[in-house]
């Protein structure tokens, strides 16, 4: 029964999405435009090599050789092998959903197991630190800028410190791949083309469906919950109490929005990594990391360094 009434709220929600389309072109086309520049001018830019270089160091064995010197020392923080130790740094680098791929890559390559997979995904969501210096400094200053940005790092790493603890390694057989450095680099642009095509058409959707009222706090929720930069551009514009807007900032960075959410679940869908799990792991993110940053500001404004 509850399977019926969800499908029929989708089929309804979906009805008044083509009514709008119809109803509302000139809107819809400004939505459209918006979503391509935002996907030329900031993800694109930062993603693309990215994704290229993770991928063609994941051919040219970086992860067995983390695996072979590196996993003695980074076990004995957060648990992790080589593999992970990997996907934790390069997400660091390139953020997300260039975590979601790796872990996938290496998923496949019995570099994980299943367990390990998903305790990896759920705390390795950093989206791309040049993107949140960019979006955050259109509403704050530099240093809450970098305070909010390194929130989210700790925050991640408190939740890893206790994901990982119980984890056991499966300690695969791994095998060096022997492939030459030019079909690494084919192979990893073809890969990256068509994830970032992905990543387009659930920007342009989740855009498509952020529908922009007078109320600006309206606006600011909803965006929130869909898509991650529309959230940060709104959260400029919005007047509201400075810790609040903080706040609200480490939430949506946590949350990520909708869209990062599908880019993540449509990049696993063929792997058994447990999604529901994934997520409510993220929830526990989102908790920590605004608990942490409510702690941080408070203490900053008593020493009087914010």
């Keep these: 029964m ?31 435009l918006n979503s391509l520049n935002l996907f030329i001018t900031r993800v694109f830019p930062t993603l693309f090599p990215m994704f290229v270089i993770t991928d063609t160091l994941i051919s040219l064995n970086l992860p067995y050789y983390l695996n072979k010197y590196a996993s003695k020392y980074t076990k004995k923080l ?3 092998d080589g593999s992970g130790t990997y996907v934790l ?25 299943n367990k390990n997979a998903t305790n990896l995904l759920a705390f390795t969501i950093f989206n791309n630190p040049l993107f949140l210096y960019n979006m955050l400094r259109l509403s704050f200053s530099k240093n809450i800028t970098l305070l909010i940005i390194i929130n989210n790092y700790i925050a991640n790493f408190i939740l890893g410190f206790f994901l990982q603890k119980n984890n056991h ?25 068509a994830t970032l ?17 007078s109320n600006q706090t309206f606006n600011i929720i909803l965006s929130s919950f869909l898509e991650l930069t529309n959230a940060l551009n709104n959260l400029s514009i919005i007047n509201i109490n400075p810790n609040s807007k903080i706040i609200l900032a480490t ?22 990594i447990n999604y529901k799990q994934f997520l409510k792991k993220r929830i526990w993110h989102l908790i920590i990391s605004c ?3 409510l702690t941080t500001i408070t203490i900053a404004q008593i020493c009087c360094i914010i």
């Design 2 to 32: 509850k399977n019926k009434i969800l499908k029929l709220i989708i089929y309804l929600a979906f009805l008044l999405l083509i009514y709008y389309l119809f109803t509302h072109q000139a809107e819809i086309k400004i939505n459209i």
């Design 78 to 80: 957060f648990n992790l």
């Design 89 to 113: 740094i390069m997400s660091l680098l390139s953020g997300t959903p260039t975590n979601a791929i790796i872990i996938k890559e290496l998923l496949a390559q019995n570099y994980l197991n």
């Design 169 to 193: 390694s499966i300690n695969p057989t791994i095998q060096i791949n022997h492939i030459s450095l030019a079909n690494a680099i084919i192979k990893a642009i073809s890969k990256s083309l």
């Design 197 to 213: 095509t992905l990543i387009l058409g659930t920007i342009v959707f989740f855009n498509l469906i952020n529908i922009q009222t």
């Design 251 to 272: 939430a949506i960075i946590s949350f990520s929005g909708l869209c990062i959410q599908m880019q993540i679940k449509s990049v696993i869908t063929d792997t058994n």
């Design 291 to 293: 608990l942490l940053i």
